[in-house]
């Protein structure tokens, strides 16, 4: 266990890094040629989210964002594009199931390191209102891959 002083520093890091890419987010737009556009609303928070993704056989090739939400919506989209883009689909299964499972409260999937920058929304399993916000872009993802197996 990190001591008191090095949690508040991770979660000082954490919190800059949500809002460094709500501010700046990755991959947002429209993807030209996308195979599959899923569109998700969370409207307990007003957040809407469009995920457009273009497959290459079983690799994820291009993967961009559309939409407007709170902080948490659009960094977790922000982040999730950044870590599945160019990844094989069984690869970002598991990412996804782990990032679910942090969301959920699961500290083992918070500290996996193929969470990349996305464990800095692991705080959001205390704040049972807000896991939705975080889960939107990659429930619109598992759609569009499913959609894509189809
Ligand atoms: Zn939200």
């Known amino acids: 266990m990190p001591s008191p002083e090095r949690s ?8 800059e890094m949500i809002l460094d890419h709500y ?5 947002k737009g429209d993807l030209a040629n996308a ?6 609303k969370n409207p307990l928070c007003g957040d809407e989210i469009a995920v457009h993704v273009s497959f290459d056989g079983d690799t994820i090739s291009d993967v961009r ?11 977790s989209a922000s982040m999730m594009t950044q870590l599945v883009k ?7 299964e598991h990412i996804r199931t782990r990032f679910r499972e942090m969301v959920m409260g699961d500290q083992a999937a918070g500290e996996d390191a193929s969470l990349g920058s996305a464990r800095a929304l692991g705080g959001v399993s205390q704040f049972p209102a807000r896991v939705k916000c975080a889960l939107l872009a990659w429930n619109a993802l598992q759609t569009a891959m499913t ?3 189809e």
């Open 35 to 40: 195979e599959q556009t899923v569109v998700m």
């Open 86 to 92: 160019g990844k094989p689909l069984s690869e970002i």
């Open 147 to 149: 959609a894509h197996a």
């Open 8 to 15: 508040a520093q991770i979660g000082a890091l954490y919190q």
């Open 65 to 75: 964002f559309s939409g407007r939400g709170c902080s948490i919506s659009q960094a």
């Open 23 to 27: 501010r700046r987010p990755r991959n």
